[in-house]
């Protein structure tokens, strides 16, 4: 009956979830494809020291890096505002984590931590970004990392009935819409390049689980495990200066990375409300006559999941039809898709109503690229 009622209840929190499907709207939306707030969440502090590994705690550890990797952000880029979700031992709870970052107006989120296993040969760094666990190593991390809440007050109030043990809690994961995904993954990806070439770390590459704190942020996010303090050489390797330093310069050379490619025309970001400049040549007719020879077409966007859904899920809200595409790994879907710019651009208005972060995309030969989204009142 216990069991039931549980899944019941997790049921239940879908609902909402699916109800709210474009629930960071335009508050969450950023106001260009420029980085002017960074947030560093270093895990774990206080009363919850995370790992513990012999003389290596991870708070202290994870701490040491975010400080470090701020510093960076300060001394070199003077137009970029670090806010640190702590920057002493003190033990923060996972939502009020995100919730700082939300209230920063953050344009990226990194979480730092250090990873255990039960296998003392696993070595390495990977990067997190929000989606359901593929495998069950990646489910294990986020059980992990999530039971953090196990150390607030009510947290089966404050989490709507979340229990980070149980497998089917994370049933809520297939239904959430990251719409910030694809910079996520992008900003992941430059990261584990950064770590395996700058700081010579073993890459354990880009994967997607199920982290409370990535779900509530309302902007780019990523969670990194800096290394495993199970393996003997990365855990002493972590407990250097050095080692920290290493960490905190791959990172901070990862933001770089990930700046130039946001200003670069071709690469704005999904998020981003700023507007084409080449508007007038998309829409001129001589392209659409060409669009219509190589049978490419135009689409409103509306969500980005890591599993499939339903094309005639409530979650697209009574819109039909609604086009599936699988991108790298990723479904995609779009609406109203057309040979011509005007026709589908004229049915924005009414999609952006349901979907805030509605935008629309040129598809070819399977690919996507961002054409126009419209500007945001401020």
Same mark, same amino acid.
């Given at each position: 009956?216990?069991? /039931? ?18 629930? %960071? ?13 960074? #947030? ?41 505002? +670090? ?6 031992? &003190? ?31 696993? &070595?390495?760094?990977?990067?997190? #970004? *929000? ?16 039971? +953090? ?5 009510? &947290?089966?109030?404050? $989490? ?19 719409? $910030? ?13 950064? %770590? ?15 982290? =409370? ?14 290394? $495993? ?9 972590? *407990? ?41 040549? #998309? ?8 669009? +219509? ?17 339903? =094309? ?10 609604? /086009?599936? =595409? ?21 049915? &924005? ?11 629309? #995309? ?8 961002? +054409? ?7």
């Amino acid at each position: 009956m216990a069991s /039931k009622m549980r899944i019941s209840g997790i049921k239940w929190i879908c609902l909402i979830i699916i109800s709210s499907f474009a629930f %960071f709207g335009a508050e969450g939306q950023k106001k260009n494809g420029s980085i002017k707030t960074v #947030v560093i969440d270093a895990c774990h502090g206080g009363k919850d020291p995370g790992t513990i590994v012999g003389r290596a705690k991870e708070k202290n550890i994870v701490l040491d890096i975010a400080l470090k990797l701020g510093s960076l952000i300060k001394q070199n880029q003077k137009n970029i505002k +670090v806010v640190y979700i702590r920057d002493g031992d &003190y033990f923060v709870p996972l939502m009020d984590r995100a919730q700082i970052a939300n209230r920063a107006n953050a344009d990226l989120f990194i979480s730092i931590h250090a990873n255990y296993c039960g296998n003392p040969e696993i &070595y390495g760094t990977e990067t997190y #970004v *929000l989606g359901l666990h593929r495998t069950e190593d990646n489910l294990n991390v986020a059980k992990k990392e999530n039971s +953090v809440i196990l150390l607030e007050e009510d &947290y089966s109030t404050r $989490y709507e009935g979340f229990n980070p043990n149980l497998s089917e809690s994370y049933i809520m994961f297939e239904l959430i819409q990251d719409t $910030y995904l694809d910079q996520s993954l992008r900003f992941a990806t430059i990261l584990q390049s950064n %770590f395996k070439e700058v700081a010579q770390r073993h890459d354990r590459d880009v994967r997607q689980a199920g982290f =409370l704190v990535l779900r509530e942020t309302a902007m780019p996010s990523v969670l990194i495990e800096t290394g $495993y303090l199970s393996n003997k050489k990365e855990n002493s390797f972590l *407990l250097t200066d050095e080692g920290r330093e290493e960490i905190s310069h791959s990172i901070y050379g990862s933001l770089l990375n990930y700046l130039n490619k946001l200003d670069a025309k071709d690469n704005l970001p999904v998020g981003s409300s700023k507007e084409v400049k080449n508007e007038t040549q #998309v829409e001129n007719k001589q392209s659409e006559k060409k669009v +219509v020879e190589s049978g490419a077409t135009y689409a409103i966007q509306i969500g980005v999941f890591s599993r499939k859904i339903s =094309l005639d899920s409530k979650a697209f809200k009574g819109i039909s039809p609604v /086009k599936e =595409l699988i991108i790298d790994g990723n479904y995609k879907y779009f609406c109203f898709e057309s040979d011509s710019f005007q026709t589908t651009k004229s049915y &924005y208005e009414e999609v952006s109503k349901k979907f805030p972060d509605a935008f629309i #995309v040129f598809i070819e030969n399977n690919k996507t690229r961002m +054409v126009w989204k419209k500007q945001m009142k401020k």
